[in-house]
């Protein structure tokens, strides 16, 4: 884990054959049809639904354009971060039935569910014949990355530490984006006087709420040492992380009563109709606001970072790889590589909130917010998420999100520090 965390400290076939060989380095093209329709690709993801399904679908659309010869499978199973999903796919996997791709989060998720268990086939030789190498940021590749061979195909680039606000809601009650924690819980107070509900959440499923959390041992500790608590180099008892729970629960004073009975397209609804003024969410969040429910960006809503985090970048990257034992393989490596293509990252990823993990996709068919968080990935400190599965394995994030669900009801800050600090061993 060191290595692949290291990465963010750094930064900064398929047989799509010989006809692509012309293309510019713009990318290559995915070959239009494809004589290796050797069954259904079936792509197993959690996008389904609100906010979640138009990028898949678009990409979808894609595929099935350039190879018509060749059937796909969405098998999609709802519940946000892959709550459901998770679950149904280690049955598949441990049944030796997986499905042809499978969504998986870059960095831990990915390494020490399935690769440290041998399920996965390198891509190595696909990376080769598309010219990959030099298109993903060295930091994307190190997180799909184990001892030498390439796991996965990065999709997008969400970012985590984002907070979005109702710009009207803003205005009538004469609030200015908070930039520090400070400034946060005046203006939350401020909110909260006024009869508006300062936060929205919806952390139903947990990972909303340590979605804050992570952010906050961010704002604490800063990247460097933030990256450092998931190697182990920093311990859960250190202060700044004892800091960083009490600003949780204090946090916690600020949002909707009904928190624990909504998903996070609930809560983002609370912001898009005013009873809650700001919403921490990754950037899927700007699809939901924009696609679905049909909102302006930087009219209805606006959107700054994270207290505490301005010049940080929470990286969260959705991935798809080739697990072993596969029939179609050819069919399955013609899907990665229009997902891994220029053309697919920006038929995917307007739509889905997220920016193209590729460096060379085309700026313009983003909104200002897509604009604004290409430039900002360039320059920012990444820091892994946790809640998104790269800081830590599963077996962590699952122990972590069963902490921050005690901590929401009892808020008792040593029994959290002492529950995370009992799970580390498992990081
Ligand atoms: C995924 C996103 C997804 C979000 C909500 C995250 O874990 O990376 O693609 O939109 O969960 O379901």
Partial sequence: MVKKILGFLVLALVLVISACSSDSDSGKKPEKGGENADGAV??????????????????????????????????????????????????????????????????????????????????????????????????????????????????????????????????????????????FFTVAEKLKDAGVTPLALGDKETWEATQIFENLLAAELGTADYIKLFSGEIEFTDSRVVSAAEKFGKILDYVNDDHASRNWQDSAQLVAEGEAAMLNMGDWAKGYFVNDLKLVTNEDFGYFAFPGTDGDFAVITDTFGLPKGVENVEATKQFLTVLGSVEGQDAFNPLKGSIPARIDADPSKYDDYGKDTIEDFKTANLFPSLAHGSAASEGFVTKANQAVNIFVTQRDVDNFIDALQNAAPDM
Wanted: net charge negative.
């Fill in 42 to 183: 079936e792509i197993f993801s959690w996008w389904t639904g609100a906010g979640e399904e138009d990028g898949l679908l678009a990409l979808i659309d894609l595929f099935n354009e350039l190879h018509p010869d060749i059937e796909v499978k969405n098998a999609a199973v709802a519940g946000g971060a892959g709550t459901n999903a998770k679950a149904v796919l280690a049955t598949r996997m441990q049944g030796n039935d997986p499905p042809s791709t499978f969504q998986v989060h870059g960095g831990e998720e990915l390494n020490k569910s399935w690769v440290a268990a041998d399920k996965m086939a390198p891509l190595n030789d696909l990376y080769k014949e598309n010219d990959w190498m030099d298109k993903f940021p060295e930091a994307l590749i190190d997180l799909v990355s184990n001892e030498g061979n390439i796991y996965s195909v990065p999709v997008n680039i969400h970012r985590g530490n984002v907070m979005f606000y109702n710009m009207e809601v803003f205005e009538k009650h004469g609030i200015e984006v908070p930039t520090t924690l400070d400034e």
